[in-house]
Each structure stands twice: as C-alpha cells, then as structure tokens.
C-alpha cells in the first residue's frame, strides 16, 4: 500500500470531494424537477421519472468498464478524464428540445459520472489502513452528501425561478473547475502503470471470478436491494412532499436537503458512532431510522413530519451504506478498482429497479402504501446486512 504524507491525502481527498460533489449532484438534480419536467413535455410524472431511471441504468452498467481501467490506467487519471466528460455532456443537457433528447443526454452524464465516486472510494482504499478507512471514507462522503443537498436544492430553485436548463449550465462549470484542478495535480505527479497491473481485458475476465466468490455476491446482493429500496424511493421524495405536503417544488427540494444533513451529521461524528455501536450496531440503528422515516414520510399530515422524515432517513441511510462501502473496499483488495465498481454496479442497477418500480405507484397515486413496502423491506435487509458485517 503507498502512503501519502498527510498533507498530499488531504489534497488529493479536497479534490476528490469537489468531483464526488458535482457528481452527486449531478445525480439528484433531476429529482425535485420531475413535476416541472412533466409539464413542460406533456407527459405524466411517471413518465418523466426516465431522466433519473436513465441516469441510474448507464451509470450502473459504466461501473463494469471503469472498475477495470481505473485499475490498469490509474484511478486518479481515469477520474480526471470522466469529470472532463462530465462537463461535456452537462452543457449538450441543457441544449435538450424534447424529453427523449433529455433523457438519452443524462444517460451520456450518468456513463461519465460513474467514473467519480467509485474510483475515489477505491483510491481510498489502496491508500488509507482499513482501521481509518471508515472515517476517510466518511471525509469523503461528507462533500458528496453536500453534493446531493446542493443538487436537491437547486435543482428544485431552477426548475422554480430560471428553468431547468440553467441548473445543467451551472453543473457544467463546476464540473470543468474539478477537472482542471485534477489534471492540474496530475500534471505535478508521475502516475506510471503499474508494472504487475492485469492488462485491461484480463481485468475484465477477473470480474467474472470476483463474482464467482461467495462474499462478493453476497456484497453485491444487499448492495442491490439496498439501491432499489432506498434510492428508489428517494427519487420520488420531493414529489410526495409536492402532492402530499402541499409544498412548492423549491421548498420541496429544500426540504429533501434535510436527507443530506442526517448523512451530514453521520459523517462528522463517523468515529464515535463507529465507537459507541460498532458496525453491527450502525446497521441496526441505521435500518430503524431509515424505516421509521419512510413510514412517517408515508403517512405523515404536517410538513414538520415531512422533515423530520427526510433527516432520520438520511442520518439511517448513511448509517447502513458507509459500512456497505467499507466492506466494498475489502472484498477483493487486490482488484480493488473492479471490486468498488461492481459495488457501486450493484447499488445504481438497484436504483434504476426502484425507480421504474415507484413510477408505477406515483401514476396511481400509491406513493405512501410504495413507501411503506419499502420500510419492509429495509427492515428484512438490516437482517441480512448485520450478519454480513464484521467479518473482513
């Protein structure tokens, strides 16, 4: 394992999370748009879901592509390149005409964006101890919980006041600013190829054994449910507190930001949460706040219930992932690159499910009895993941 003086790891992570933060925001910032994309192309809410469904699908089959390269080719470099792409494909969204244009555009950025998180949670784990990881990974998590905050937010206050175009715009700035930067610190640094690193096809060919081993199907597995459970029904949040809550959708996506200040609180205070209830225990209390706020979500009256929803959901959620992540890092240390990726494969392809399953339930307007399933079925995951942990 090389290691970095601790000021080069706190260069290196500062950079990471201003990619990890465009990138997730680039990921939610569809989702407070979905009525005002439903109404400006004449189609149902269900329909306009497609943007984010979109996203998730590519996103989830890029993974097995950049697992690989990012391996053979450096992980650093191969994210530098993918946050250039990222800025790209931003900028040709927003010149979008027609809903299809829409949605093939943010299949273009969710092929680049997979390239982001992934492989910085991987470079991550080849350079920090696994005793530190937990909290590292945390650092970094921080900026792309901020990151979502940011997009839910602004997506909802373009959507609301300048149009939807403009959030896309903004998204390409930022994305070229963290692409600069990042070839920049390349620039300053010899990032030779591994002499011993698998050829790239040879990589390929390792996935299929990595998914051969029983532990890393397992990870998979519950990586998957997890995706389809959770993020599924978080793509339809800001529209049950627009339909149900009676909240503009600005305030709806402002509201949703609550999420992103539970894994905010998580984040800061990673290491005495892991100290008081170790990793077992993150799970198990996280499944009980995720599920209690998705009920509360569900069948909630009052717009205060709404928020204290999203913050237990988000605070849980963090909780129950960042221990998936931690153990998506060791898994397979001597294909790390490949090993996250397929995590995050998992976790995207598990969303794209949710999302194209929610979609039914909001045309039917079934949102609370859709949210209340999953609550179950969180709660019978939490089971599962608590048996897997601990043993790395």
């Not at 530190?132 to 839910?152: D, N, P, W, Y």
């Not at 070229?176 to 610190?185: C, H, N, P, S, Y």
């Not at 532990?215 to 995706?227: C, F, K, N, P, Y």
């Not at 992540?325 to 996250?340: D, E, F, I, L, S």
Request: hydrophobic share 55%; net charge positive; proline share 3%.
């Amino acid at each position: 394992m090389t290691t970095l003086s601790p000021a080069q790891e706190r260069q290196h992570l500062q950079l990471l999370g201003l990619a990890g933060f465009a990138s997730m925001a680039s990921m939610r910032i569809c989702d407070p748009m979905l009525v005002v994309l439903s109404d400006e192309f004449q189609v149902s809410t269900g329909d306009a879901s497609a943007v984010v469904s979109a996203y998730a699908v590519v996103y989830s089959i890029s993974q097995l592509f950049y697992g690989p390269m990012g391996d053979r080719f450096g992980k650093l470099r191969v994210v530098s390149l993918a946050v250039l792409a990222c800025a790209l494909f931003s900028a040709i969204t927003a010149l979008s005409f027609s809903l299809p244009m829409l949605v093939v555009m943010r299949g273009f950025m969710g092929a680049a964006a997979a390239g982001v998180i992934p492989l910085s949670m991987a470079w991550v784990g080849d350079r920090v101890p696994y005793e530190r990881r937990q909290e590292t990974l945390a650092k970094l998590m921080s900026a792309t919980v901020i990151g979502m905050m940011g997009g839910l937010w602004f997506g909802g206050f373009t959507a609301d006041t300048l149009g939807w175009r403009g959030a896309f715009v903004v998204l390409a700035i930022l994305f070229a600013v963290a692409a600069g930067l990042l070839l920049k610190l390349l620039r300053g640094q010899a990032l030779p190829m591994s002499a011993d690193a698998p050829g790239v096809w040879a990589s390929f060919r390792n996935t299929g054994q990595l998914l051969a081993t029983p532990r890393v199907r397992w990870v998979l597995g519950v990586t998957a449910t997890e995706g389809a459970l959770v993020f599924g029904a978080m793509a339809f949040m800001p529209t049950h507190l627009h339909q149900h809550y009676g909240l503009s959708v600005v305030a709806a996506g402002s509201v949703m930001m609550l999420y992103g200040v539970g894994g905010l609180l998580y984040s800061q205070m990673a290491r005495r949460w892991l100290a008081w209830l170790g990793e077992r225990g993150l799970v198990k209390t996280g499944v009980g706040l995720v599920a209690s706020g998705m009920l509360l979500l569900a069948w909630g009256t009052l717009p205060w219930m709404g928020m204290l929803a999203c913050g237990m959901a988000g605070l849980g959620f963090y909780m129950l992932h960042n221990t998936l992540q931690v153990q998506a890092t060791q898994m397979a240390p001597a294909a790390r690159g490949t090993a996250v990726t397929l995590f995050a494969s998992s976790l995207f392809f598990g969303q794209s499910t949710g999302v194209l399953l929610m979609a039914q339930s909001v045309d039917m307007g079934w949102l609370a009895y859709a949210f209340s399933a999953a609550a179950a079925g969180v709660i019978v995951l939490g089971v599962v993941v608590s048996r897997l942990v601990g043993r790395h």
